[in-house]
């Protein structure tokens, strides 16, 4: 059974940075794309960074362009979010998702399975 795990969610001031794990299990992480996706308070959950089974990064939200990367270690079966510069808007509980093959994709629905969440509060 395919599972995911966030963790090194937090509270952090603007302009700190973190960094969020995905642990998986039950699959082999180099045949699979990993996208993290965020849901703040009211609003809709969204794609923020994926990288595919080609070790290709897609960034799908402009907000953190420069500020969030993504990489992943397949030994260690995990996924990372680098997150810095980390501003109030940043809010969120942020999801690992996962789906076989090569391609990333932004949409929420094209992912099988997905993590707990963790969430990140950025504040002062």
């Known amino acids: 059974q395919l599972q995911l795990v966030e963790t090194g969610g937090g509270l952090v001031q603007p302009g700190g940075s973190l960094t969020l794990s995905c642990t998986t299990s039950g699959f082999t992480l180099e045949h699979y794309t990993i996208g993290w996706f965020r849901q703040a308070p009211g609003k809709e959950r969204e794609g923020v960074l994926c990288?595919?089974?080609?070790?290709?990064?897609?960034n799908y939200a402009d907000s953190v362009e420069g500020r969030f990367t993504i990489s992943r270690d397949n030994a260690k079966n995990t996924v990372y979010l680098q997150m810095s510069s980390l501003k109030p808007e940043d809010t969120a509980i942020y999801y690992c998702?996962?789906?076989?093959?090569?391609?990333?994709?932004?949409?929420?629905?094209?992912?099988?399975?997905w993590g707990q969440g963790t969430q990140v509060t950025v504040a002062s």
């Open positions: 990288i595919s089974g080609r070790d290709e990064s897609t």
């Open positions: 998702a996962a789906v076989g093959g090569w391609y990333c994709s932004r949409y929420a629905v094209n992912y099988d399975s």
